[in-house]
Antibody
Framework: EVQLVQSGAEVKKPGESLKISCEGS????????IAWVRHMPGKGLQWMGI????????IYSPSFQGQVTISADKSISTAYLQWSSLKASDTAMYYC??????????????WGQGTLVTVSS | SYELTQPPSVSVSPGQTARITCSGD??????AYWYQQKSGQAPVLVIY???KRPSGIPERFSGSSSGTMATLTISGAQVEDEADYYC????????????FGTGTKVTVL
C-alpha cells in the first residue's frame, strides 16, 4: 500500500532550525513529484513548493521562496522541508503530497499524515 | 500573486445539492482540482482535471469548469460530506506554481 510517512510533531523556539521529512513507502519517490502544503490554525491550505526527487528540480511559491528549503534524497525515498530560523508564524501543520506531474497537472493522490510544528518561546 | 476565490461557506440540507464555486483568471487555460478536508485529517482528492472523479469517490461528487469559474457539485449531500473544500490550480507563469483556493466550509444540516 502506498504511504507517505511524515516525521513526528516538533516544538521549537524562535530562531531555531528544523528539518522535517516525508518518506515514501511501497513506491519509488523518484517517479513522482512531492509537494509541501502548509495549514495554519484556522486558515486555508497553502502550496509551498514542489520537488522532483529524481533530479531535485524544485519550484517554490513566491510566498515561501527564501523562507524554507525543499530537498530530497532519492536513495532513501525521502523529501525534506527545512527552516534555518523559525518564527512563531511558522506554527502550522505541514503536509507532503505526491503528484505524477509537477507542472499544470499537479494532482495530489496520496498525502502524508501531517507534521505539526509549534514555534513558541 | 495568483488567487483562487471561493465562498467562505455553503449550507445545505441532507439530500439537497451543494455547489461550490472557484474563481480564477487562469482557469480558462488551467485545470481545476478539488480537495475535501475533514477536521483533523489530511486532504483527499475528490475531482481532478475539472471533472474527473478518482476511484473510490462517490458519484454524487462532480465537477465542471467554464471560463474563469470552476464548480464542485455535491448532488444529494450526506452528513458525512460536511468538510472544508479547496480548489487547486496552477498559475499561468512559466513555473506553474500551485495555488489553493481560499476554501469553503460545507455544512450539511
Amino acid at each position: 500500500e502506498v504511504q507517505l510517512v511524515q516525521s513526528g510533531a516538533e516544538v521549537k523556539k524562535p530562531g531555531e532550525s528544523l528539518k522535517i521529512s516525508c518518506e515514501g513507502s511501497d513506491y519509488s519517490l523518484t517517479n513522482y513529484w512531492i509537494a509541501w502544503v502548509r495549514h495554519m490554525p484556522g486558515k486555508g491550505l497553502q502550496w509551498m513548493g514542489i520537488i522532483y526527487p529524481g533530479d531535485s528540480h524544485t519550484i517554490y511559491s513566491p510566498s515561501f521562496q527564501g523562507q524554507v528549503t525543499i530537498s530530497a534524497d532519492k536513495s532513501i525515498s525521502t523529501a525534506y522541508l527545512q527552516w534555518s530560523s523559525l518564527k512563531a508564524s511558522d506554527t502550522a501543520m505541514y503536509y507532503c503530497a505526491r503528484s505524477l506531474d509537477g507542472g499544470d497537472r499537479q494532482n495530489f493522490d496520496y498525502w502524508g499524515q501531517g507534521t505539526l510544528v509549534t514555534v513558541s518561546s | 500573486s495568483y488567487e483562487l476565490t471561493q465562498p467562505p461557506s455553503v449550507s445545505v440540507s441532507p439530500g439537497q445539492t451543494a455547489r461550490i464555486t472557484c474563481s480564477g483568471d487562469a482557469l480558462p487555460k488551467k485545470y481545476a482540482y478539488w480537495y475535501q478536508q475533514k477536521s483533523g485529517q489530511a486532504p483527499v482528492l475528490v475531482i481532478y482535471e475539472d471533472s474527473k472523479r478518482p476511484s473510490g469517490i462517490p458519484e454524487r461528487f462532480s465537477g465542471s469548469s467554464s471560463g474563469t469559474m470552476a464548480t464542485l457539485t455535491i448532488s444529494g449531500a450526506q452528513v458525512e460530506d460536511e468538510a472544508d473544500y479547496y480548489c487547486f490550480s496552477t498559475d499561468s507563469s512559466g513555473d506553474h506554481g500551485g495555488v489553493f483556493g481560499t476554501g469553503t466550509k460545507v455544512t450539511v444540516l
